[in-house]
């Protein structure tokens, strides 16, 4: 009895292991809410320290994690080297932050509630490995609300970025609404000279901070919700070019936050959004996209993904209209041919929602991530997944042999089993089928 007690608990631990872990390739933590990535490449390991969103209606956020990787495709979680109680001077609010690493020694700057002076301050912690243990290097804020009087909002002094140029001189970028910055001593404690401003087109918050080749590049959280956009220079004071939206807001929250960084010769963007079962504006996380520069140095337009850096993306061909695929359009779903965007019509066969044993799974939107085709009134739609157990079963399908050619799929309802996924006048629709060409209309092939 012990034993068959210990094989279900193993199989369950599978089980969730299997669901909350393998399946998706973004986000790429799925067991916690992540938010604000900063990355850091330190002997050949890529580090990810990420923000830890744990409320629902508002910003609770009291730690930041930190994860490794090799691949950037495997990820170590290194537990959670700094927490907001780590700074005396502090209250709450563990927002964006970002790590870097200066002769011998790794700097966290965070921004955080100040306790005493009304409104969020920027900090640093220090320490002699990347994963910690990290300690407040000062004991008081670095900058403080007071310190800046451009306007008049509590919360212009978060966010900060910090760069250190190959000639060993470090710049800190920060701000919401304006964006400001210091040349940082050598110390990396301190700073000299006045906080400066910069101007950049319908700048929110998120400045980040990197150069490539002789290039220097100021991305940020444009507008409301955010877009990610940038600016370029050739020193890393500005002045700076205004270039463009590099990647778009999507329906799954707000703000978005990224970093820029290249491991291992390969350039990658990583951001946030909402993807996750029930994740939204309070309940963000971290996603990884590979991305190339343009020829000329500009950065391409970056799509959000739910395959990420090495999920695989999969097509659904019709049997008796095989020029045409299903993809997603204004939220509906169709049959189309010449899909395009292209993406429209590319999807992530997961593990079904609702039961992720073999030959079960759910339809996720590549090109939406978090949105999942499922049936409603025998019709279809693309939604964001809400995490009920109505939804979830709604979303998952069973794989069996083509009805019309058994060499091709069908795909059964996994709650209303007697219907299967056919299209008719090109529309997806939650069918019983009978007659031949009912059967063609829900045969499909899984393509690349
Ligand atoms: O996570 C709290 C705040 O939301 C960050 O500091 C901003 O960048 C935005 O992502």
């Known amino acids: ?128 490995s990347p994963t910690g243990p990290f300690t407040d290097a000062l ?75 002789s290039t220097y590049y100021l991305s940020y959280a444009y507008g409301w919700p955010e877009q990610i956009a940038y600016a370029t220079s050739s020193s890393p004071t500005g002045p700076w070019t205004y270039r463009g939206i590099i990647m778009p807001a999507t329906g799954t929250c707000s703000t978005n936050h990224q ?25 963000r996380s971290v996603c990884i996209e590979k991305f190339n520069y343009n020829a000329d140095g500009t950065l391409p337009a970056i799509a959000q993904t739910s395959t990420g850096v090495d999920g695989v993306k999969n097509r659904l061909q019709s049997y008796n209209f095989p020029t045409m695929f299903v993809r997603h359009s204004n939220y509906d779903a169709r049959i189309d041919a010449d899909v395009d965007p292209f993406m429209d019509s590319q999807w992530q066969l997961v593990p079904g929602l609702a039961n992720s044993a073999a030959d079960y799974i759910s339809f996720q939107s590549v090109n939406y991530p978090g949105y999942y085709l499922r049936h409603y009134n025998y019709d279809f739609a693309l939604e964001k997944y809400d995490g009920t157990s109505n939804f979830a079963e709604d979303a998952t399908f069973k794989k069996v042999a083509g009805l019309k050619d058994s060499a091709w799929t069908s795909f059964q309802s996994y709650n209303f089993p007697s219907r299967y996924i056919r299209h008719s006048n090109y529309l997806l629709k939650l069918d019983p089928i009978s007659s031949d060409s009912e059967k063609q209309d829900a045969t499909f092939k899984i393509t690349n």
């Open 1 to 128: 009895m012990r034993l068959v007690l210990k094989v279900l608990a193993t199989t369950l631990i599978i089980t969730l292991l299997f669901t909350f872990v393998c399946y998706a390739d973004n986000p790429i933590v799925e067991n916690i809410y992540t938010a604000d990535p900063a990355a850091m490449v330190y002997n050949g390991t890529c580090y990810l320290y990420t923000g830890h969103d744990e409320g629902s209606t508002g910003y609770v956020m009291n730690n930041w994690k930190c994860y490794s990787s090799t691949d950037m495709v495997n990820w170590t979680d290194r537990g959670t080297p700094l927490a907001v109680s780590a700074f005396s001077w502090a209250k709450g609010d563990a927002w964006a932050s970002q790590v870097v690493y200066k002769d011998g020694k790794f700097y966290w700057y965070i921004c955080a509630e100040h306790k005493s002076i009304s409104g969020k301050a920027i900090g640093v912690a220090v320490s002699a």
């Open 259 to 283: 970093a820029i960084i290249e491991f291992n010769g390969q350039p990658y963007f990583i951001y946030h959004n909402g993807s996750l079962p029930a994740g939204g504006d309070y309940k």
């Open 139 to 213: 004991g008081y804020a670095l900058i403080t609300n007071d310190m800046t009087t451009q306007t008049d909002i509590s919360w212009d002094d978060i966010d900060p970025t910090v760069f250190v140029d190959s000639d060993g001189q470090t710049y800190m970028y920060w701000g919401n609404t304006v964006c400001k910055y210091v040349k940082l001593n050598s110390d990396m404690i301190s700073y000299s000279g006045s906080i400066n401003t910069v101007t950049l087109p319908s700048f929110t918050e998120a400045p980040w901070l990197h150069k490539y080749g």
